[in-house]
């Protein structure tokens, strides 16, 4: 299994980007996903997380600007950020517990390989 994240980049205080991360491989289900984000000199941090139910959980300092999604039969999420800020700036990482098809009673933990997302004007 491989978790595949993009859409990071360089964008200017006040605007917008859409981070998506896919999830590949033999999967039977997967069950909460989130982003995490890690800026220099911190503890990587959870920004927002998704069950496959679609109940979302956001970290304070993103709540109303961030929105969280998945998709459960394409396996891929998403974080649309809006009104980006400085401190936003981040690797920001995506994150999935992963039930294999080959082994139903087994989860994984599995990480993207981040994205960086500048926020800089």
């Known amino acids: 299994v491989q978790l595949q994240a993009s859409g990071g980049g360089l964008v200017q205080p006040g605007g917008s980007l859409r981070l998506s991360c896919a999830a590949s491989?033999?999967?039977?289900?997967?069950?909460?996903m989130g982003w995490y984000r890690q800026a220099p000199g911190k503890q990587r941090e959870l920004v927002a997380a998704?069950?496959?139910?679609?109940?979302?959980n956001y970290a304070d300092s993103v709540k109303g600007r961030f929105t969280i999604s998945r998709d459960n039969a394409k396996n891929t999420m998403a974080l649309q950020m809006n009104s980006l800020k400085p401190e936003d700036t981040a690797v920001y990482y995506c994150?999935?517990?992963?039930?294999?098809?080959?082994?139903?009673?087994?989860?994984?933990?599995?990480w993207g390989q981040g994205t960086q997302v500048t926020v800089s004007s």
């Open positions: 994150n999935a517990e992963v039930i294999p098809a080959s082994d139903y009673a087994t989860r994984y933990d599995y």
């Open positions: 998704i069950t496959s139910g679609g109940s979302t």
């Open positions: 491989g033999s999967i039977f289900s997967i069950n909460e």
